[in-house]
């Protein structure tokens, strides 16, 4: 069976390019979603390299301001890595830059539509011991911001059909952080389907899951082909 070809009209590498012209609504109202799916990987590599609650919260906004204000977004090559690496890179020089470093304000809370603090550190208090590096601790957290995100696609294309009720039920089938509180014969139950029925839709689901996961990770490539995108996906499951 041949490949599914995919056309990603609107890939982040897209979004980050457009980006720069300052009269682009559209393409800045692109990045600042952009910002807030991806900001936690980049609050996290803060953290992880030694800086408080508030020096963190602080450098994120001013990081994704200065990607704005100067000419970072128009120099950035997709030919020269992925889009992860290239955050990365520009999240070091960011912070080895002392003047960035000492002024560093909330400057990006204009583009972060929403910076949850709180959220933050809950997040950040379940990774305080292990011994990921900052850099091994950003891929981690990009790859399970490419994994929610894909979820959460799937959640919402249940919701325009109406079908909330029937996602919540079966997305513990899933995996991926939430472990099946009843069986196939309660969930049976409850929704009042057969089980073989209900095995059909979670096969569905995961297959659909699957789908929206690879155009995920396909947006953080430019002109991915179907081998590229796989190889992107088994590099950032390796790193889950």
Known sequence: MPEPQYSFQTTHWSVVRHAVRPDDAAAQQALSSLCEAYWYPLYAYFRRCGRNTQDAEDLTQGFFARLLANETLASADPE??????????????????????????????????????????????????????????????????????????????????????????????????????????????????????????????????????FEQVGRTLENPTPEEIKAELSELLGCV
Do not use: M
């Open 80 to 213: 020269k890595g992925k889009l992860r690496t290239f955050l990365l890179a520009c999240a070091r020089n960011f912070l080895a830059d002392e003047h960035d470093r000492a002024t560093a304000q909330k400057r990006g809370e204009s583009l972060l539509v929403s910076f949850d603090t709180l959220r933050a550190e809950e997040l950040y208090s379940g990774e305080a011991q292990d011994l990921l590096t900052p850099d091994r601790l950003f891929q981690r957290r990009w790859a399970l911001a490419v994994l929610e995100q894909s979820l959460a696609s799937l959640g919402e294309e249940f919701e325009r059909r109406g079908q909330s009720a029937i996602f919540r039920a079966l997305r513990p089938f899933l995996g991926f952080g939430t472990e099946p509180e009843y069986g196939y014969d309660e969930v049976s139950a409850r929704l009042g389907v057969p089980i073989g029925t209900l095995k059909n839709q979670v096969f569905r689901l995961r297959g659909r899951w699957r789908q929206l996961l």
